[in-house]
């Protein structure tokens, strides 16, 4: 459903390395860069997400879930997560209140966003 989101990002070389370092395990990557403007893929190398310069510098809390293709992808987000110095919200776990299989981990990017990984395996 979703075609692509864009981030505005205090420092979009921070973003841009952030992302692929920490989602590696979820298949996202640098795709393409024009200017101060990067996309970023996954799996299907489609640019769906974006990272820009900040226009709008108000508060703007963003909520962003990238699909994972595992459990064990979701554990390696955290564990790339950690080791990047990000804010852990919360960690890897069953989260049974959305359905019996979501299995998520939710993280702070450079800018303050709540970024998850999720792995939906329907079945607890």
């Given at each position: ?44 190398n ?6 820009g ?52 981990v ?19």
């Open positions: 459903m979703l075609d692509h989101l864009s981030l505005q990002c205090m420092d979009v070389d921070a973003a841009a390395a952030f992302y692929p370092r920490v989602f590696a395990s979820c298949g996202v990557r640098v795709l393409m860069r024009h200017g101060d403007t990067v996309g970023l893929c996954g799996p299907d489609f640019p769906r997400l974006w990272l310069a900040a226009v709008d510098t108000g508060t703007r809390p963003v909520h962003l879930a990238i699909s994972a293709p595992s459990r064990d992808a979701v554990d390696a987000v955290f564990t790339a997560a950690r080791e990047a110095g990000a804010d852990i919200l919360h960690q890897p776990r069953v989260w049974p209140e959305y359905h019996p299989g979501y299995y998520a939710f993280v702070r990017d450079p800018d303050g966003n709540n970024v998850e990984a999720v792995h939906h395996s329907w079945s607890a």
